[in-house]
């Protein structure tokens, strides 16, 4: 085949990955969203909790489709993993009811529901007015495992230890309430 030829197949084969890319995208990102909604809308601990876990699932496979395969590990690790075995035992040591408690509910739903839209929209303008159509530099990108953990541990290494040490606050805490009762 000619050199034309053989650049016009590689770019089609490119613009075919990139289309079957955003098709998981979104369908990865409608299933978060709806998860989503479905887990502050529910009037059941244990099922919020799971739709929690499709969430947090939803995101380590749209770190999988953006080729972050480290990124979709520790989230599967850390989220998947730690958090919600913490939350489980949170529900399972407060002794929250199981069924459905219609006291979760309340009348300020739809302030809150604005407030949120109204947040997102703030945000996002902020973000765009920023950073705008900006990329990273290919020379800052992390290449390697090495130097994902090497900017996790050297440049974010407060943030990290702060994280664990709310995690292990809030498990202590939860043991304190379920030891009162």
């Given at each position: 085949?000619?050199?034309?030829?053989?650049?016009?197949?590689?770019?089609?084969?490119?613009d075919q990955g990139?289309?079957?890319?955003?098709?998981?995208?979104?369908?990865?990102a409608a299933v978060a969203i709806i998860a989503a909604l479905k887990m502050v809308t529910t009037q059941n601990v244990v099922h919020a909790a799971l739709y929690l876990l499709v969430v947090l699932t939803a995101v380590a496979?749209?770190?999988?489709?953006?080729g972050a395969e480290f990124a979709a590990v520790t989230q599967a690790l850390v989220?998947?993993?730690?958090?919600m075995v913490l939350l489980l035992f949170g529900v399972m040591l407060t002794r929250a009811r199981i069924?459905?408690?219609?006291?979760?509910?309340h009348d300020q739903k739809w302030m809150g529901a604005?407030?949120?839209?109204?947040?997102?929209?703030?945000?996002?303008?902020?973000?765009w007015e920023a950073f705008?159509?900006?990329?990273?530099?290919?020379?800052?990108?992390?290449?390697?495992?090495?130097?994902?953990?090497?900017?996790?541990?050297?440049?974010?290494?407060?943030?990290?230890?702060?994280l664990s040490v709310l995690l292990l606050a809030a498990l202590i805490g939860a043991v304190v309430v379920a030891r009162r009762d």
């Open positions: 085949m000619n050199t034309l030829a053989v650049i016009a197949q590689e770019s089609s084969l490119s990139a289309w079957i890319a955003n098709v998981f995208f979104y369908a990865i496979a749209t770190y999988i489709v953006l989220y998947l993993g730690a958090i069924g459905t408690d219609t006291d979760l509910d604005l407030v949120a839209v109204v947040t997102g929209a703030v945000m996002g303008y902020s973000l705008g159509d900006m990329k990273l530099p290919a020379d800052q990108v992390p290449q390697t495992t090495q130097q994902v953990s090497d900017s996790i541990f050297s440049t974010y290494i407060v943030p990290f230890e702060a």
